[in-house]
């Protein structure tokens, strides 16, 4: 790895690591007791109130259209609020996401690391249905900041749009659900960038099998772009992952999952084969309406 990507590297690595702190910091000694079941639904859930943050790291060895591997390192804290320091009468779910990627330089095999464009999403989760069907439902705005440090490691715009989740947990051991985005580019950092538009469809399913472990299919997204470049892409994936429970600490998830590009059409770069690792810190203890 080249010293300027090993730099920027540390710097994501350092910010994981003062987040992490930081949470801890406001957490009490003792942590209730929750079940390894549970907490696999909450890690795997985007509308849950759990604060946590996450560090996952996209290894692509196969892409189409350049012979170049690819890699993302994705920094994703969910911080929730509830009505009474919120800014709407609801729960509302902050997940901004840092990245620093790997990307092709051209159909070769060369590359360069930069920081990518920071993802935010700010969903509020509806209070109906109740809490007892099972089903929960949130809904906000998407947002893409251009602060990519090169032109390859972004997509080159200003970008908002609407987010839609749900999530049904009705059925024991079980997380079943979605979520859409659609992020809209309002202006671009390129005055001959051509105009786009994305939607994003990421099913979740996710299935607690005992002893800490649970298998998964969760973090494939589809998407299809609309505009002057259009292109659609639908990847499958599938993962296993496991909840350690320690006593008078926080709870950890760690997972790994395997990703195969199912279809693609127009797309002239994108991933063939991927594997992810990632690890999750819980932080249960710092929710004041717990």
Not at 106 to 116: A, D, I, V
């Amino acid at each position: 790895m080249a010293p300027h990507a090993r730099r920027k590297l540390t710097v994501l690595l350092a910010l994981a690591l003062v987040f992490a702190h930081l949470s801890a910091a406001c957490a009490e000694e003792d942590a209730p007791n929750r079940s390894a079941a549970t907490l696999a639904k909450e890690f795997g859930d985007p509308l849950t109130t759990l604060p946590q943050v996450s560090l996952q790291n996209i290894y692509t060895p196969e892409n189409f259209g350049t012979q170049a591997n690819t890699n993302r390192l994705l920094l994703r804290p969910i911080i929730p609020r509830i009505p009474k320091y919120s800014l709407l009468p609801f729960v509302q779910l902050i997940r901004p996401t840092l990245s620093l990627v790997t990307v092709p330089t051209g159909r070769g095999g060369n590359s360069r690391t930069e920081f990518g464009d920071i993802q935010l999403f700010d969903f509020a989760v509806l209070p109906w249905p109740s809490k007892e069907t099972g089903l929960l439902i949130g809904v906000g705005p998407t947002l893409n900041f251009p602060t990519a440090s090169y032109k390859n490691a972004g997509v080159g715009a200003w970008q908002a749009g609407p987010a839609f989740g749900t999530i049904y947990k009705g059925i024991p051991g079980l997380l079943l659900g979605c979520l859409v985005q659609n992020p809209i580019s309002l202006s671009y950092t390129r005055s001959n960038h051509p105009p786009f538009s994305t939607l994003l469809f990421q099913p979740l399913v996710l299935a607690y099998v005992g002893h800490g472990f649970y298998v998964k299919s969760a973090d494939s997204t589809w998407s299809n772009s609309w505009g002057d470049d259009k292109s659609t892409t639908i990847p499958l994936s599938f993962g296993v992952g496991y909840v350690w429970l320690r006593e008078a600490l926080p709870p950890v998830n760690l997972f790994v999952s395997g990703e195969w590009m199912a279809y693609r059409e127009d797309a002239r770069v994108a991933p063939q084969t991927s594997v992810r690792f990632g690890v999750t810190i819980a932080f249960p203890d710092w929710r004041p309406w717990s």
